[in-house]
């Protein structure tokens, strides 16, 4: 089976994603300021974070928190289990309404696949690569994954491409509190 779970002992770090990316700051690069470039986090079961983004054309704002659940391996490759609340229903993943599971890449921290009742509806391999890292301002990539959605015949595998770059390193006000935060910008073609 290409779900396996386990609970490995992980230190918490709290990740909050909310139009920017908000994370602890830590490393550094010649030229760059240490406190302005993020790692990936690894954080711990029970943690969660917001996800709020806004749709360009209509201004609708979609936010759902997503709770890590437990550590597993799927297509051979560490993943975090998450719950998403609410139920994901937004429109620019339609293959994953109703999903009980997202399977998110431990790495990189982007989308694998989303599960009901242990069932793929949707993945996206290698990976989405939303995140490279570390983010640092001016950090630009692009990412490439084919987007299989198993609940449509007419939507095999389809290629997908993300242009990536991180435009700012700002304080950003959340009902949380106030954090430095990444504004990445995203463009994309289907």
């Not at 711990?44 to 983004?53: D, E, K």
């Not at 793929?120 to 301002?137: N, V």
Request: aromatic share 12%.
């Amino acid at each position: 089976m290409w779900l396996s779970r386990s609970s490995p002992a992980v230190g918490v770090t709290a990740m909050f994603v909310t139009l920017c990316i908000a994370v602890a700051t830590n490393g550094g690069l010649a030229g760059v300021l240490a406190a302005e470039i993020a790692e990936a986090p690894s954080p711990g079961v029970g943690s969660w974070w917001t996800y709020r983004s806004t749709e360009q054309v209509t201004g609708t704002v979609t936010e759902n928190t997503f709770i890590l659940r437990d550590y597993a391996r799927y297509d051979d490759r560490p993943v975090l289990l998450m719950t998403v609340e609410p139920v994901w229903a937004g429109p620019n993943k339609l293959a994953c309404t109703g999903a009980d599971t997202w399977v998110i890449d431990a790495q990189n921290h982007t989308f694998a696949a989303c599960l009901k009742d242990d069932v793929e509806l949707a993945s996206s391999p290698p990976h989405e690569g939303y995140f490279e890292w570390p983010l640092y301002l001016g950090r630009a990539w692009t990412a490439k994954y084919h987007w299989i959605d198993r609940q449509r015949t007419d939507q095999p595998g389809r290629l997908i491409q993300h242009e990536f770059k991180v435009l700012a390193y700002e304080e950003v006000a959340v009902p949380a509190g106030s954090f430095m935060a990444f504004e990445v910008n995203t463009s994309s073609s289907k």
